[in-house]
């Protein structure tokens, strides 16, 4: 049944639209936070790192790969593990929601978990256990929301082309609002209270998901279904399959660079930088919220080109898009490298550069992030699609953990030619794609032959 709508597009969209702006409040808020609080305060502390319950043996297992870690160098590994399970739990959070409890649920208990969550971190004794709850429950709730977008379109509605897009700008200005708010009430009022904004967040992006159930039918929610019952898959179903598998390990590559900008980046802006402003020191959270922002002004422009290139004829398909993303924003992390070129006496780069980096990597991330998860979310099968969801989000899980292990390649190399790798890889990533595309296209086709 179709919903009514509102500025064109079903009214559920929006209700899941909204609910992912609060989730990012919540998320992007502590995220932008998380490396700094860990290198800046909590780890120096030995006296307060011994109350953690079950620091001990955790040091003890990244160390017992990796060699004696630095505070700094156990701070990076410890947020790429948590970024990494926080996007690769939706494959399981999908499954649970496709096959067990239905996405409702899961929703539910999704965003119950993370506010726990977030009001744990207040204390330095369950930090490790807020993380587990903050990891479990994005498990739940992000292989859940956005995997019942395709339900609100009937196949062939023109719509659904553009939904994921707007999608999009609600986890933007969720991402955009929530270092700033959350930033401030740490700089003010220290840590603690900072992760306490991103819990009342997540409380109001549960509420927002209720509220909104009168525009979600009730096929959205998932249902349990016996194993025995299940459909087979179509032979276009099994090819789609094949299609999203082949392209997974050239997504990584894109997110292996993006997951830097989370972690090892805000060391680069706080000692590479000159942060200060006509006597004003920046927050460096701030600056997170330059890729929250920046998707209010790109989106409306990507479109706008595409639908100039349609008319035309020559708008880009699904796969030359991820190229083109992964291509620009590769290029753009390569300028953070020319730092020590334009360095000040003191050795920092003029703010300008990460200024600049915001904007052209938006630009790029605006032809990838949205258009890869409306790959994963229109192509796969419609049993699947939570779990395929989940799986996209395990290309950002692969992405994190890389990024964790090469953290310490920024101690003992140096920004520019870290900088450069990571260049190298996402660039590399959107090459592959356009060199698959030809293969690619024929799995990907949307017919059943």
């Known amino acids: 049944m179709r919903t009514t709508d509102l500025f064109g597009q079903p009214k559920g969209l929006w209700v899941l639209a909204g609910t992912e702006f609060w989730d990012r ?40 790969t990796s060699g004696a870690l630095s505070p700094q160098a156990l701070a990076l590994q410890t947020f790429g593990y948590y970024y990494a399970c926080v996007t690769g739990f939706p494959l399981l959070g999908g499954w649970i929601g496709d096959r067990v409890t239905g996405r409702k649920i899961a929703v539910g208990g999704g965003a119950a978990m993370m506010t726990m969550g ?28 956005s995997a019942q977008i395709k339900s609100l379109y009937a196949n062939g509605d023109a719509r659904e082309v553009n939904a994921f897009q707007y999608y999009y700008l609600g986890i933007n200005f969720g991402a955009a609002a929530a270092p700033i708010l959350s930033g401030s009430v740490a700089a003010i009022w220290g840590w603690h209270a900072g992760f306490a904004v991103a819990g009342f967040g997540m409380l109001i992006g549960l ?24 459909a087979p898959l179509t032979p276009g179903e099994r090819r789609r399959v094949l299609g999203l598998l082949m392209i997974w390990p050239m997504v990584v590559g894109y997110w292996t660079a993006q997951a830097q900008i989370w972690n090892v980046y805000n060391i680069w802006l706080r000692d590479s930088v000159n942060l200060d402003l006509g006597g004003f020191s920046v927050p460096v959270p701030w600056f997170q919220s330059l890729d929250g922002l920046a998707p209010g002004l790109f989106i409306p422009l990507v479109l706008w080109i595409w639908s100039m290139q349609a008319k035309r004829g020559r708008e880009p398909d699904v796969l030359t898009k991820l190229a083109i993303g992964s291509v620009i924003f590769g290029l753009s992390v390569g300028l953070l490298a020319a730092g020590p070129l334009m360095a000040n006496t003191a050795g920092r780069a003029p703010i300008a550069l990460p200024l600049l980096f915001h904007v052209t990597s938006n630009f790029g991330a605006m032809y990838y992030a949205p258009v890869i998860l409306g790959l994963y979310g229109t192509r796969a099968p419609e049993s699947l699609r939570g779990t395929f969801v989940g799986i996209c989000m395990l ?28 260049a190298a890889i996402c660039t590399g990533a959107g090459i592959g794609i356009l060199i698959a595309a030809p293969v690619l296209n024929r799995l990907l086709a949307q017919d059943e032959a």
Not at 118 to 143: N, P, Q, Y
Not at 207 to 229: N, S
């Open 395 to 422: 290309a950002v899980a692969a992405g994190s953990i890389l990024s964790g292990w090469m953290g310490g390649l920024y101690e003992s190399l140096g920004p520019a030619p870290f900088w450069l790798i990571n």
């Open 118 to 145: 977030h009001f744990a971190l207040a204390f330095d004794r369950t930090f490790l256990i807020a993380l587990v709850l903050l990891m479990c429950g994005a498990g739940l709730l992000r292989g859940n929301l």
């Open 25 to 64: 409040i919540s998320f992007h808020g502590m995220v932008a936070m998380l490396v700094l609080y860990m290198t800046g305060d909590l780890l120096l502390h030995p006296d307060r790192v011994a109350t953690i319950i079950g620091f001990a043996p955790w040091r003890a297992a990244l160390e017992a």
């Open 207 to 230: 509420a927002t998901y209720l509220a909104g159930q009168r525009w979600l039918t009730a096929a959205q929610h998932g249902a349990r279904q016996p194993t025995g019952k299940r």
